[in-house]
Every structure is written in C-alpha cells, then in structure tokens.
C-alpha cells in the first residue's frame, strides 16, 4: 500500500517501515510462542496499555490459542511532544484481581522504558504469579530494564506512527508502521 497522501494535522508519512503483511507474519509468531509459554492453569490475563496497543491488541489476542482474559490500562506519562519526564500516572486502572493469574502487558512501543519501569512492579505488588511484556516495537532494547519477554521488531531511531501509534491522535488507524517527515 503506498503510503503517500497520508496528512496528519501537520506532519506527514516518510515511508513505511513496517508492512501490513509483515505485521501479521510476525505477531502470528509471537502468538505462537506466547500460546507454548503459558497453560490454561496459569489463568491469563493479557492487559493492553492503550491507547497504542489497540490493534496488537486485538490482533494478538485473536492467535493465542490458550484460554485468556483480556483486560486495559491507560497510563499517562508526562512530558511534552515526544519526550518523557519519567513521571507516569494510571488514568485507567484494572479492576480485575491480578492475585494468582499470569500478567501478559502488551505494549505498542518501548522507547526510554520509563512506562514499564513503573508498570511492572506496580502490576508486581498485585500478587501475580507472573508478568512479562510483549512489545509490538523496541527502540533501545539493550538499555532496558524490565526486559520485554517478546518484542515484536526491533525499531530504528525515528518517530513512528500507525498500527495504533500517533503522533498528536493522527495515524492510529493506518495499517502499517510508517516513519513521520521531519517539520517543514
Ligand atoms: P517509554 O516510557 O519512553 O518507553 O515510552 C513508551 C511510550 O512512548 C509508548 O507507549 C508510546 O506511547 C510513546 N512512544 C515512544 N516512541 C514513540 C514513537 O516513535 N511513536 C509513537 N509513540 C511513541
Ligand atoms: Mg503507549
């Protein structure tokens, strides 16, 4: 799908770095591995951070052959543009007992891991029996800490946007990852 003639407010598509199709073979991947990793006694509960991991989500979820839950979180980190201050702030909690259950995050991008530094050990303190993160995209994988369990694609160095990312709300919908152009 060519992905020009795609505007957001005030940027627009640079190329696409991640294809629809790609997408797909890969999270068939992770479905796989993730429906070998756990069994139908670890009760599942995979939690989507939104809004980004709306559509890996929704993906995901529809490949894991082992019995699951779902369940949302909306965390809010503070920072202006694409920098984050380190401050992150739970807009939308659980409200489903994590006492017992296996916790599977998925995320749609790691970037400083600030998010998930503070996630996982609050998700922690709720007596789980487990929480490991599968990331759609990893953009500093070897400074991290949690480390994801399963990281969709190793991501380049740029703003990226579509498959449920956006940059200012815009792009969510598109169906691939795409790199943004620079402002005029
Ligand atoms: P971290 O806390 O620095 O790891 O940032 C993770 C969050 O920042 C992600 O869940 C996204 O919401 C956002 N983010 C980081 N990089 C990008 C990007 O390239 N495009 C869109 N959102 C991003
Ligand atoms: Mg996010």
Redesign the pocket.
Known sequence: MSASGIEGSDRSIETVVFSEARIAARVRELARDISRTYAPDDRLLVVG?LK?SFIFMADLVREITVPHQIDFLVAS?YGSGTV?TGEVRLLYDSAIDLTGRAVLLV??????????AWLCPELESRGPRSVEVCTLLH?RRETQNPEPRWVGFDAPNA???GYG???AEDFRHLPYVASLKSPA
């Open positions: 951070l980004g980190s984050t995320e749609d991008i790691v970037d400083s891991g600030t998010t998930l953009k703003f990226l946007v990312l956006d940059h």
